[in-house]
């Protein structure tokens, strides 16, 4: 079974910083896509931060010039460092990953458990 786990989220005072990381645990052979959302209460989850498919970052506008996704390529472990956080960033971070388990097999989506992340001003 595999499974993405998240790690990072707290409290912080608005101005602050986290760093998120999301790693997958389980057999598999292959990711091809990770990317980082977020769903405040109340509303539908949106993206915060994505690699393509081939590689691409792609940002959301909620938290564009405030955030930067990364990855270890080697581990397969997904950052996402967020600064100048806002209390309207107050959300579950969730993770989001393309997962091939077996050669041969299609790509299956898989989302971590989330990570709590609240702003106070």
């Known amino acids: 079974q595999v499974q993405l786990v998240e790690s990072g989220g707290g409290l912080v005072q608005a101005g602050g910083s986290l760093r998120l990381s999301c790693s997958p645990s389980?057999?598999?052979?292959?990711?091809?896509?990770m990317g980082w959302y977020r769903q405040a209460p109340g509303k539908e989850r949106e993206p915060v931060a994505t690699?393509?498919?081939?590689?691409?970052?792609n940002y959301g506008e909620s938290m564009l010039g405030r955030s930067a996704i990364s990855r270890d390529n080697a581990k397969n472990i997904m950052f996402l460092q967020m600064n100048s956080l806002k209390p309207e960033d107050t959300a579950v971070y969730y993770c989001?990953?393309?997962?091939?388990?077996?050669?041969?097999?299609?790509?299956?989506?898989?989302w971590g458990q989330g990570t709590q992340v609240t702003v106070f001003s």
């Open positions: 989001k990953a393309a997962i091939r388990r077996v050669y041969g097999r299609d790509y299956r989506d898989y």
């Open positions: 389980g057999s598999f052979v292959s990711i091809n896509f």
């Open positions: 690699f393509g498919y081939g590689g691409a970052t």
